[in-house]
């Protein structure tokens, strides 16, 4: 069974240029998660999907990031415009669904975004 | 809103012996999950263990077990018979059950495993 597919794995950009990272989940996996892991943090969850509806988004900064998941299948995060303190690596996951017992969250290998 | 505390930043362990990762939490639901992550240098998260609050019974995954402590909100996870490979990061996690339920993580802690 192919895992969650993150592209790119690495991005350095300047300070106030925009960037996108790209998520493929698991085939069949109704809820999909975008977390930030700020460098020595755990990470903190930005936005919760289930299908193509959003579940979550208190912790995504509105004003800067950006998430969609069209189709309920692959999502894309964006931050326009990027400040040094988004450097940090991005992590996307999915499972089945949420609140059913038992449904583990299945983790890709991340984007690593630095900015300069 | 639900913590969760990793107090120790790093710990060693020598191969084959056994090492203690501590976790503290706070919440104020009954029923809920517990994890422990690992996190090796290609980022991607694993599932180590998972425990449910209304068991009594400690999970266990062959060399890891864990101390689960309700009353004390405390989840400490136990590798036995340490190995090269188990050298990471480690997370506990905590998530709540029913809809909308999300991973919030500790800091983690660094794990090296000396040869």
């Known amino acids: 069974e192919a895992g969650v597919a993150q592209s790119p794995r690495y991005k350095i950009i300047e300070k106030r240029q925009s960037v996108a990272f790209w998520c493929n989940p698991i085939?069949?996996?109704?809820?999909l998660y975008w977390y930030q892991q700020i460098l020595g943090q755990g990470p903190k969850l930005l936005i919760q999907?289930?299908?193509?509806?959003?579940?979550?988004d208190s912790q995504l900064p509105k004003d800067r990031f950006s998430a969609e998941r069209l189709k309920g299948v692959d999502s894309t995060l964006k931050i326009q415009p990027a400040k040094l303190e988004d450097s940090a690596v991005y992590l996307c996951?999915?499972?089945?669904?949420?609140?059913?017992?038992?449904?583990?969250?299945?983790f890709g290998q991340g984007t690593r975004l630095t900015v300069v | 809103a639900q913590t969760v505390t990793q107090s120790q930043p790093e710990m060693s362990v020598q191969e084959a012996e056994t090492v203690t990762l501590s976790c503290t939490y706070d919440t104020s639901e009954s029923d809920y999950y517990l994890f422990w992550y690992k996190q090796p240098p290609s980022r991607q998260m694993i599932l180590v263990i998972r425990?449910?609050?209304?068991?009594?019974q400690n999970a266990t995954e062959n060399r890891f077990s864990v101390n689960f402590q309700k009353a004390a909100k405390s989840f400490s996870l136990k590798i036995s018979d340490s190995q090269l490979g188990d050298a990471a990061m480690y997370f506990c996690?905590?998530?709540?059950?029913?809809?909308?339920?999300?991973?919030?993580f500790g800091k983690g802690i660094t794990l090296s495993v000396r040869p």
């Open positions: 085939s069949g996996h109704a809820t």
């Open positions: 425990q449910e609050a209304y068991k009594q």
């Open positions: 999907f289930q299908n193509n509806g959003v579940v979550d």
């Open positions: 996951a999915s499972s089945l669904i949420s609140g059913v017992r038992n449904t583990e969250a299945f």
């Open positions: 996690a905590y998530s709540i059950t029913g809809a909308n339920s999300k991973l919030t």
